[in-house]
């Protein structure tokens, strides 16, 4: 069972930034990044392939997130945040005996076995 912390949420302006962190017990084949606003469904933000060395990015988060990794930590650095890029955001993780129905779908939350607890993040415009 791997557990997974995250950290570094908060409150900032429209334009400012927030690092947030996820820490996992063991190392997994895929990370991601989701985030799920109130009436709103799970979305993807970003994801990568510890393997292959890949990364996905929503198209609403591309250029403005950047997803990267420390052995088992795992990072979402975001910039020029936006009044919608208010949510909970959510760390997961995906095994290789996950990894099949994953790697199609990266930014797909059905696929991945592990979630954190999710940390809040609020832009105010």
């Known amino acids: 069972q791997v557990q997974l912390v995250e950290s570094g949420g908060g409150s900032v302006q429209a334009g400012g930034s927030l690092r947030l962190s996820c820490a996992a017990s063991?190392?997994?084949?895929?990370m991601a990044w989701f985030r799920q606003a109130p009436g709103k469904e799970r979305e993807g933000v970003a994801a990568?392939?510890?393997?292959?060395?890949a990364t996905y990015y929503a198209g609403s988060v591309k250029g403005r997130f950047t997803i990267s990794q420390d052995k088992n930590i795992m990072y979402l650095s975001m910039h020029s945040l936006k009044p919608e890029d208010t949510a909970m955001y959510y760390c997961?993780?995906?095994?290789?005996?996950?990894?099949?129905?994953?790697?199609?779908?990266?930014?797909?939350?059905?696929?991945?076995?592990?979630w954190g607890q999710g940390t809040q993040v609020t832009v105010s415009s």
């Open positions: 990568a392939d510890n393997f292959a060395a």
């Open positions: 063991e190392s997994t084949v895929y």
């Open positions: 997961a993780a995906a095994s290789a005996r996950a990894s099949g129905r994953v790697r199609s779908r990266p930014l797909t939350p059905s696929g991945y076995e592990y």
